[in-house]
């Protein structure tokens, strides 16, 4: 029992357990129910699975191979055999990722321009940084049929890029591949149940080179979900013989914004995933469902469409993923020990937010000012964040909820407790990390800006309610 402790430890060692998710494993490695587990710690079942959930995941991630309470022992058997610590360290080819820093060279940058960070990292770009074992979860776990993939973080955290490269790995195994960005739909696209789903069949269809027929297959009468059943069942998947189908649909989060369309749909794409279980036909489907829940979708916590499948949390970036991104932006110095030290101060400035560090990057990188300067001003309106903390300020503006709860977090240097709703929604966007409800801010730039910006707001009320 002590060697399987340990071995937990040390897979974990970038995220250790608190005091309920070590009784969680170590219950569920007795064999013990989660309604067991519930009646003798006296906390809630639902939150018993919760905790178990995100364990699972996090133990998932951080092996590369998918882990549940089911097969947790076979998991971390085969751990120990395989000395997967060791194995995550080295290079992974097909992902190109640099097991040292040593092995980072800048030649690249003394003829090449670097770009400015916008948007997905380009396929073979060498600022793309591998998290590790995480591509390979993606990949292993896009081969097995019916399979259902959710990708989630806040805005700018990689998504996107993960995404591609997963494609090109399914490309590079014959897969057909239709994606869908739910940006480039029309306004109009959401105006009912019904039209939506047309769209999003006469788009798969036509990506699968197939000329889109469904008046053949829409029957008013079953309604529009059934219709969209029948339509992938009886046509669209009767034409994938020898190779699946990768559905990637990116930018869900929109669909959120249209309640009555995202309660049908979303468990509509969780039931074609059951489907699989039973069904040969679904089994050439594989889903991919990535999104950020800024705009959070009106249902409760407990009734998500997406507790079944596979769901990938993008991680900030490490202090050494940070240096291995800073020599690759052509900064030798972080290979050098006071280097890595400055670079320390960034990382807990933007807390390893891979956007944040990118824009820090390009900046110094083009000679424009020294790390000292752009730590001076980063949470300031001229510092280089200026636009993307406005952007978020914005957000919580609209929700006046959230600025309340914001200004908790920002008001002491401990975690505070807050409203379930809120506390999601306020990670969702990246704001908080989050210890259960228990929430602190994200990191130092996001705690300086919004106890600068949130002040000045309730000087101001203050001000208008002294005139009134």
């Known amino acids: 029992?002590?060697?399987?402790?340990?071995?937990?430890?040390?897979?974990?060692?970038?995220?250790?357990?608190?005091?309920?998710?070590?009784?969680?494993?170590?219950?569920?490695?007795?064999?013990?129910?989660y309604s067991e587990m519930a009646e003798v710690s006296g906390y809630g079942n639902n939150y018993i699975k919760e905790v178990g959930s995100e364990l699972w995941q996090d133990l998932s991630i951080a092996l590369g191979k998918r882990v549940t309470k089911k097969n947790l022992h076979l998991a971390l058997k085969n751990h120990l055999q395989d000395d997967i610590i060791n194995q995550e360290n080295q290079i992974q080819p097909k992902f190109g990722e640099e097991s040292s820093l040593e092995m980072v060279s800048s030649d690249f940058f003394s003829a090449s321009k670097i770009e400015f960070p916008s948007g997905p990292v380009a396929l073979g770009s060498p600022l793309y940084i591998n998290r590790p074992s995480l591509e390979e979860l993606v990949c292993n776990e896009i081969l097995h049929p019916g399979c259902l993939i959710r990708i989630k973080a806040s805005r700018k955290m990689g998504k996107s890029s993960l995404l591609n490269r997963m494609i090109a790995y399914a490309r590079e195994r014959d897969y057909q591949i239709v994606y869908l960005d739910f940006q480039e739909a029309d306004q109009d696209v959401f105006a009912s149940l019904d039209k939506f789903l047309r769209w999003f069949c006469v788009n798969v269809s036509r990506q699968l080179n197939l000329l889109p027929c469904l008046d053949d297959f829409w029957d008013i009468e079953m309604g529009s979900k059934v219709s969209c059943k029948i339509y992938f069942e009886a046509y669209l998947l009767q034409y994938i013989h020898d190779h699946p189908v990768v559905l990637a649909l990116n930018e869900v989060h929109r669909v959120f914004e249209h309640p009555n369309i995202a309660q049908d749909f979303l468990p509509?794409?969780?039931?074609?995933?059951?489907?699989?279980?039973?069904?040969?036909?679904?089994q050439k489907l594989r889903m991919v469902v990535v999104h950020t829940t800024e705009i959070y979708i009106p249902l409760k916590l407990n009734q998500s469409p997406f507790n079944v499948g596979l769901t990938i949390t993008l991680p900030p970036f490490t202090l050494k993923q940070v240096q291995n991104l800073a020599l690759r932006y052509g900064l030798d110095y972080a290979g050098e020990s006071e280097g890595a030290k400055s670079l320390a101060s960034l990382q807990t400035m933007v807390g390893g937010h891979p956007y944040l560090v990118s824009l820090a990057f390009y900046h110094l990188s083009q000679g424009e000012m020294t790390l000292e300067v752009l730590l001076e001003n980063a949470s300031t309106q001229v510092g280089i964040y200026g636009q993307h903390l406005r952007e978020l300020l914005t957000l919580l503006q609209r929700e006046p909820e959230l600025m309340s709860a914001m200004q908790q977090v920002i008001a002491t240097d401990e975690k505070v407790e807050l409203d379930a709703i809120a506390a999601y929604k306020l990670e969702s966007m990246g704001l908080v990390q989050l210890n259960g409800n228990q929430a602190s801010a994200m990191c130092e730039l996001y705690r300086l800006y919004f106890s600068q910006q949130l002040g000045k707001q309730n000087d101001a009320h203050a001000f208008r309610k002294f005139l009134s």
Request: hydrophobic share 40%; glycine share 2%; proline share 2%.
């Open 1 to 33: 029992m002590d060697k399987f402790l340990q071995s937990v430890k040390k897979i974990l060692q970038d995220k250790p357990l608190d005091s309920i998710q070590w009784f969680v494993l170590y219950q569920s490695w007795l064999g013990k129910t």
């Open 268 to 282: 509509m794409l969780r039931f074609w995933h059951e489907q699989a279980k039973q069904d040969d036909t679904w």
